[in-house]
């Protein structure tokens, strides 16, 4: 029975893969990039997942060294519905050269979308090996605006989405110390975001992610993991000539990260769990954004309290550090512009302006809603923030909503004995 269990899962997981397309999540992103921002139980503590996840497919997608962590067989379906606000204008004279005339505080039309996360994970210590592997489908990264409705805007659009398929494997070395790796295969768009006669293409990446995590006591652990680049090239994305011209291929890379993490939950009894993760993203290495954006810092801090074994409440806090240059270069990605390319980098900056430094979130877990049935639900805001690059300013603000249902099987499904 658990074996037929186990088949319907994987063969549900494949299904999935096979019609869910990337989305724009540009309201949850730190930088580019989602992190753990929107999973079933680090969606509630602000993404806080480096060493002691709260759910399946913050392991998987997150430091694989944490994956031994989950017993058993465990599928976890879920998403989470983003409800970004984006608006710009672009003071006088604005941008005669590039089409683009004054406008006022216009309102991005892209709309709010739903971004998936599914994964799977099992164990191997019924056949005696101190290993878990784990698989998923994960919404990974995006920014987009869409101003086309905007006649001065001389039809300005912008869309980078990521779709990531991951491979994690955890193992335990000792005791103590877990080591862990993943591979991801991420399939991308970038529609934009030059002004000129553009179009959509599409291009796969792989990366790698290495992982180690260490129990310090049975009530502390600490995580940390590497995660290399992921470099694309979006061939023939955008002309600047007339009808017989070239078009240009562009190369766009998302940043390597660093994640360092720490948990407790010796107090309250062990009711109360502390995490907080610090994430350092290298953005000043990567192909067109380091034209945009610089190397960022950010921290997450998140809370998990069960006043029960079934019921888990949690909350969450986030900073990130500006990562807006000051001067902006005359090229992005291996273009460059042919009329005043400074300010159409500039230009370019104001659509991807990744500007809100704040972030709180909640959420709330129930345990065994049905036998070896787990449901989680989180919410968050992005607070409100504004900036000016050249003659043009863009503000940005948001908030989404998630849910998760997770099913165990076999060691999995058992009360594990402990509040978490």
Known sequence: MAMSRTIIAVLHLLLVC???SPLTV????IGLEMFNNIMPASGGMAGASISNPQDVTSAIYGNPATLTQRQGTQFSFGGAWIEPTYNVSVAAPGLPLLGV???TNAKSDAQGVAGGNIGVTQDFSAMGMPVTVGMGLFAGAGVGIDFRHVPE????HATIVALDIVNSIGVDLTDRLTIGAGLTLSSATLDGPFVGVTSSTSDYALRGTLGANYTVTPEMMLGVYW????????ENLIRF?????????VSVDRPETLGFGASNSALM??????????????????????????DQWSIQVGAQYAPNRRLKLRLGYAWTENL?????PNSAGGVTPPITPGAHIQYIQAQFAAISQHRVTGGIGIRDILPGVDFDLFAGGMFGATETFGVTTSSLEGYWLGAATTWRFGRGAVESGDWR
């Open 18 to 20: 096979s019609i869910v």
């Open 26 to 29: 540009e309201a949850q992103s």
């Open 101 to 103: 005339t004054p406008f």
């Open 153 to 156: 805007s001389n039809g300005t």
């Open 227 to 234: 995660r290399t680049k992921a470099h694309y090239t979006f």
């Open 241 to 249: 000539g007339p009808p017989g011209s070239a078009f240009l291929d």
């Open 269 to 294: 009894n062990g009711r109360l769990l502390l995490a907080a993760d610090v994430l350092f993203q290298q953005y000043g290495d990567a192909d067109f954004l380091k034209a945009i954006y610089t």
């Open 324 to 328: 807006m240059r000051d001067l902006v």
